[in-house]
């Protein structure tokens, strides 16, 4: 008969690798989960035989090796000055959306958070990875930067002859990698 272990101390092992078991908690994400105990995702995966991203509250995922000092939310910066600040799914939220409200790219949000897809989840918390430089939009008060409020049927194409300008601008102003946008977005006009 097979024992299935509950523990969270590490359970004794063979060579240098050590195991513990980790609870899932509302809001966890295996991101989150790997990042805190300095394992990636797909080791999460592979270790807990998932064939998806989903996790359940109370589901006991086990851990091997990592870092056992509790690990780091967020990777060292390796350029310049970066800032991490965590964001929170919420219904109707997108990529591109969140992106476009935090100053930074949508293949930047996904690369901080291990996303492979598109796809993210209500409660999910996200990495937000942001460079001085990217904040600088602040700046341009004194030069006229308007804003426009996504409501529904808009389009890029409809934004951008509306203040006169082409869709790639559009695109640009608002670090947008794709033409999806969604009712509410606040979106640059320059």
């Known amino acids: 008969m097979a024992t ?4 969270t101390t590490p359970a004794p ?3 240098n690798t050590s195991s513990s078991t980790y609870t899932v908690k509302s809001g966890d994400t295996l991101t989150g989960i790997a990042s805190k105990n300095g394992v ?3 080791d999460l995966k592979t270790w807990n035989n998932l064939k998806t ?3 359940y509250v109370n589901q006991a995922l086990t851990i091997k090796g990592g870092s056992t000092s509790g690990g780091t939310t967020t990777p060292a910066p390796s350029t310049g000055n970066t800032s991490s600040s965590t964001y929170t799914v919420k219904s109707g939220d997108t990529l591109t ?3 476009s409200k935090n100053g930074v790219s949508v293949s930047d949000l996904k690369k901080s958070n291990n996303l492979t897809s598109d796809t ?7 990495i937000v990875k942001s460079t001085i430089t990217a904040m600088a939009p602040v700046k341009p008060t004194t030069t006229n930067v308007k804003s426009h409020k996504v409501v529904s049927n808009d389009t890029l194409w409809d934004i ?3 203040y006169g300008m082409s869709v790639s601008d559009l695109k640009a102003a608002n670090y947008l990698k794709s033409d999806v946008i969604f009712v509410g977005q ?3 006009i320059k």
């Open 4 to 7: 299935i272990r509950l523990t």
């Open 160 to 162: 951008a002859q509306k």
């Open 120 to 126: 993210i989840y209500v409660g999910q918390k996200l």
């Open 40 to 42: 990636s995702v797909s």
């Open 53 to 55: 991203d989903m996790i």
């Open 13 to 15: 092992s063979t060579g």
């Open 186 to 188: 606040s979106l640059i």
């Open 97 to 99: 959306g969140i992106a």
